[in-house]
């Protein structure tokens, strides 16, 4: 499966588990998590972390823990919280 199959290029939302997901939900949440690692981003730690709980429902509706476990345990213990 290629990524135009699941979404058109001219398409910005799917709909799954009854959410509407947004194009770039993944790499966003991806992104966040790797500020959150990052020592030297300290000052963009509490926004990256809002925005990574905010797309959990997200990532829960496409089965995305069902398939990968967060290795890192910060990320892991921040998650657990929500």
Do not use: C, W, Y
């Not at 001219?10 to 959150?36: C, D, W």
């Amino acid at each position: 499966m290629r990524p135009e199959d699941v979404l058109p290029d001219q398409e910005s939302f799917i709909t799954q588990g009854g959410r509407k997901i947004r194009k770039g939900s993944v790499a966003a949440f991806m992104a966040n998590i790797r500020i959150l690692q990052n020592e030297a981003a300290k000052a963009e730690h509490a926004t990256a972390k809002v925005h990574m709980l905010g797309l959990m429902p997200t990532m829960q509706a496409l089965g995305f823990f069902e398939l990968f476990e967060i290795r890192d345990e910060n990320i892991r213990r921040i998650i657990e919280i929500k």
